[in-house]
């Protein structure tokens, strides 16, 4: 872990977050690849070969942490094989619905000793050390996840064309990760070090031990925000534009959405959360139920720590422009059929009601004509079906 600063990222995927991790890691001196999959690619990574990843933005920090500038990569590319041959840490930051393909193409060229970062995890590295089993992959590599990004990130869309560049509008103070199995929560912990997309984290409050990966990935605070939000704030986004004479480029969730009654059903769902990690032994974070009651509700914590307030008669600057644009965006086409139904079917078998989870699957199954509770994640996709709790403990914990 000593030298890892002068070694080589691998980054997989070129959204927002892959590319603001890109662009940042390369302003803080890393050396960096960037991957992403046809088709995907021709958008994904237009010009960032040619004119590097500019990073941008207000990045509101309680520290005062900024990074400006354009990132250069070492590599551009398509192929997986390509990009991650000799590289000490990857990072994979696409969606989750991208997982697999990268995998088939990620787990063959996996060397010892590298260190596989998820951002975020949303079950990423349990999916990860199944396919390896699946395919009889013995090489020795830290995987570990992240309960969220280092930052906010938006990619600059400029006349339809996706821009090399990304706007910041944060950055976390902490953050809360683990490695799976935990017994390497140590070695993983340490190569933030050496990321520079961390910085800011481990000159703030540093990061945060998540109690495995799954109190990590329950821990992850999407579903509830954005699924509430979007689901109780539709008719805010789709008349945005018709009714309420605005742009929808301006539209955000945080900005115009958020109330004190979607504050109400986000702490009603956050217990529940909280309700089957207590049923399983696990920690998660703590949140205090006025945290909620906020325009930026929690997500403002992560940048500005536990007093940060923005009151609901204010206007949230924050947030604006944050999106989504749309119902069919990741915070349901992500969120329901990943995060919300893992939370149902965690409830289930530990015989913890759910809800209000439930209700945000029957909600969004209507709004976009699909049954999430036949459609998703099941536990078998993220290999812990069929054990007990003190097998899922100890896989956990101790790998076996």
């Known amino acids: 872990m000593t030298d890892l600063k002068e070694k080589t990222i691998a980054v997989l995927g070129g959204g927002a ?36 990843i500019k990073i941008h933005g207000e990045q ?29 840490i990857v990072i994979i930051a696409t969606p989750s619905a991208a997982h697999d393909v990268f995998f088939k193409e990620l787990i063959p060229e996996l060397e010892d000793d590298m260190v596989i970062h998820f951002i975020p995890d949303n079950y990423g590295s349990l999916k990860l050390r199944k396919a390896m089993r699946d395919t009889e992959c013995n090489k020795h590599v830290i995987i570990g996840g992240w309960a969220g990004p280092p930052f906010d990130a938006r990619v600059d869309i400029e006349g339809g064309i996706t821009m090399p560049s990304v706007k910041l509008g944060y950055r976390a103070i902490n953050l809360k990760g683990s ?3 935990y017994s ?39 579903p509830l925000l954005h699924t509430v939000g979007l689901l109780m704030g539709v008719g805010v986004l789709e008349n945005f534009t018709t009714i309420l004479g605005q742009k929808i480029e301006d539209f955000s969730i945080y900005s115009h959405a958020f109330c004190p009654s979607i504050s109400k059903v986000q702490y009603a769902f956050y217990t529940e959360q ?35 307030k923005i009151p609901f008669e204010s206007i949230n600057y924050v947030g604006w422009g944050t999106g989504p644009t749309s119902i069919n965006s990741r915070y349901l086409t992500e969120d329901i059929p990943v995060g919300c139904r893992i939370l149902h ?6 015989g913890v009601k759910t809800p209000i989870i439930n209700s945000m699957i029957t909600l969004a199954s209507a709004v976009l004509e699909k049954d999430y509770f036949e459609e998703g994640y099941s536990l078998e996709d993220i290999g812990i079906a069929d054990m007990s709790n003190n097998e899922l403990q100890n896989y956990l914990r101790k790998g076996i």
């Open 17 to 52: 977050i892959g590319k603001a991790i890109a662009g940042d890691c390369a302003l803080s001196g890393n050396k960096v690849r960037i991957c992403d999959i046809k088709p995907f690619a021709e958008t994904s990574l237009f010009r960032v070969k040619e004119n590097g």
């Open 345 to 350: 079917l965690l409830g289930k078998n530990y």
């Open 184 to 222: 390497d929560q140590e070695a993983f912990v340490k190569s933030t070090d050496f990321i520079g997309a961390f910085d800011s984290v481990n000159l703030g409050e540093g990061i945060v031990d998540g109690d495995t990966i799954l109190g990590t990935c329950l821990s992850i605070t999407n």
């Open 179 to 181: 490695a799976l199995p």
């Open 274 to 308: 909280l309700k089957i990690a207590n049923a399983m032994g696990l920690e998660i974070t703590k949140y205090e139920k006025e945290q909620f009651f906020s325009r930026e509700s929690i997500i403002g914590l992560k940048y500005m720590g536990p007093d940060f």
């Open 60 to 88: 509101l920090s309680l520290f005062g942490f900024e990074r400006s500038g354009i990132g250069k990569m070492e590599m551009v590319t398509t192929n997986i094989k390509e990009a991650v041959e000799g590289a000490e």
